[in-house]
C-alpha cells in the first residue's frame, strides 16, 4: 500500500474509533439513568427494549458515515500533507537524471519538510558546483597533459625526418618535457589522494613541517637573491606529516616564485591557538586584485603574468593546499596585500590533547 493509503486508512479507523468510544459513552450513560420499565396507561412498558431498537441504527448510521468520512477526508489530508514529499521526489528523479541545476523552493513555514526541501536544495547547489568545478578540471588536466604530449610528438617527428639534427638539444629538450609531464602527473595524483582523504593521521607539528619545508627551498630562494624570515610557536595538530609537508613546501615555493625580482622576502609563521593552530606564509610581489586572488586555489591558474619558468609549478600548487587542508578539516584564506604580493594563511584544528591541556 502506498504512503497516502496508509494514512487514510489510519485516519478513518482513528475517526471509527473515536466515534464507537463516544456511541458508547453515550450507551452507558442511557442505560445508567433511563429506567427498565415505566407504568402506563395501558400498561408495563419496556423503555431499554425501546431504547436499543431506536439507538443501534441511529449509531450504525452514525458509524456508517463516519467511515465514509473518514476515508474521503482522510485521503484528501494525506494527499495534502504529503504534496511536498511529492515535490522532493520529483526533484530527486530529476537529479538523478543528470538535471542539478532544478530547486524544490518548498513554500511555507519551517516544518519537516521544508527543512528536508531546504537540505536537499543544498545539497544540490554544493553537488552542481562540485560537477562542474571537476568538468573544467578534467578540461584543464587534459588541455595541459596534451601539451607536453604534443610537443614531444613534433620534436620526435623532427628527429625522423631529419636525421642530420643534432640528438644531444633534442634530447635535452625531451627531457625537459617529460619531466613536466611527470611532475603534473604526479601532483594530480596528489591532489586526488588528498580529495578522497586516504592518509593515516599522526600527531605532528605543524612548526617543524613550516622549518622543514624552508630548508629544503632555501637554495631557491637564495639563488632568486630573496629573504626569508621564520618565526613561530609549537603548534600540534593531527595529519599525515608528508600531506601536510607537501601544503608547507607548495606555499613556500609559491611565495619564492611569484615575488619581486631582486630584494624580496617571505616571512613564515607559526602559531597556536585555543582551538586551532595556524601557519602563515606572506610575500612581497606584485600587486594583485581580490578578483585575482578568489581565483587562484582554482587548478591551473597561475594569476596576472605569472609566466613559466624552470620553477613554475604546473598550476596546481595552491589548488592542492587547498585540498590539503579540506582533507585536514582546515581553512585556507587568500589575502592579496596593500603594498603587493599575497598572504596565505592555513587554519588547522590543534590537537585533542593539546586543547584540553589548554
Request: proline share 4%; hydrophobic share 45%; glycine share 6%.
Amino acid at each position: 500500500m502506498s504512503v497516502r493509503l496508509k494514512l487514510t486508512l489510519s485516519y478513518a479507523g482513528f475517526l471509527m474509533l473515536a466515534g464507537a468510544l463516544l456511541l458508547a459513552a453515550v450507551w452507558v450513560f442511557l442505560l445508567r439513568y433511563v429506567p427498565e420499565v415505566i407504568d402506563t396507561i395501558g400498561g408495563i412498558r419496556t423503555l431499554k427494549a425501546d431504547l436499543v431498537r431506536a439507538f443501534a441504527p441511529a449509531a450504525a448510521a452514525v458509524l456508517a458515515f463516519l467511515l465514509v468520512f473518514g476515508l474521503l477526508g482522510g485521503w484528501i489530508l494525506a494527499g495534502s500533507m504529503l504534496a511536498p514529499l511529492a515535490r522532493i521526489t520529483h526533484a530527486t528523479r530529476l537529479a538523478a537524471n543528470g538535471s542539478l541545476s532544478h530547486r524544490i523552493q518548498l513554500e511555507g513555514g519551517k516544518d519537516e519538510f521544508r527543512e528536508l526541501a531546504d537540505a536537499f536544495d543544498t545539497m544540490l547547489a554544493r553537488l552542481e558546483a562540485h560537477v562542474a568545478e571537476q568538468r573544467r578540471f578534467a578540461a584543464n588536466a587534459s588541455h595541459e597533459l596534451r601539451t607536453p604530449l604534443a610537443i614531444t610528438q613534433t620534436l620526435l617527428d623532427v628527429a625522423r625526418n631529419d636525421l642530420n639534427r643534432d640528438t644531444g638539444e633534442l634530447v635535452d629538450r625531451l627531457h625537459f618535457v617529460n619531466t613536466r609531464a611527470i611532475e603534473l602527473t604526479e601532483a594530480l595524483l596528489l591532489l586526488s589522494r588528498a580529495d578522497q582523504r586516504s592518509f593515516t593521521r599522526e600527531h605532528v607539528d605543524l612548526s617543524l613541517i613550516a622549518e622543514e619545508a624552508t630548508e629544503t627551498l632555501l637554495p631557491l630562494a637564495e639563488k632568486r637573491g630573496l629573504t626569508i624570515e621564520t618565526s613561530g610557536d609549537i603548534t600540534p595538530t593531527i595529519g599525515s606529516y608528508a600531506l601536510l609537508l607537501q601544503m608547507a613546501t607548495n606555499l613556500m615555493h609559491n611565495a619564492i616564485v611569484h615575488n619581486l625580482a631582486e630584494q624580496g622576502t617571505v616571512w613564515v609563521t607559526t602559531s597556536l591557538h585555543p582551538k586551532t593552530v595556524v601557519l602563515t606564509v606572506e610575500n612581497t610581489g606584485e600587486k594583485l586584485s581580490p578578483l585575482l586572488v578568489s581565483t587562484l586555489t582554482e587548478p591551473f591558474q597561475r594569476g596576472t603574468q605569472r609566466i613559466r619558468g624552470d620553477h613554475s609549478g604546473v598550476g596546481l600548487g595552491l589548488a592542492i593546499v587547498k585540498s590539503i587542508a579540506q582533507a585536514h578539516d582546515g581553512i585556507l584564506t587568500l589575502i592579496p596585500r596593500p603594498a603587493g604580493g599575497l598572504c596565505v594563511t592555513v587554519q588547522l584544528p590543534v590537537a585533542p590533547d593539546q586543547e584540553q591541556d589548554r
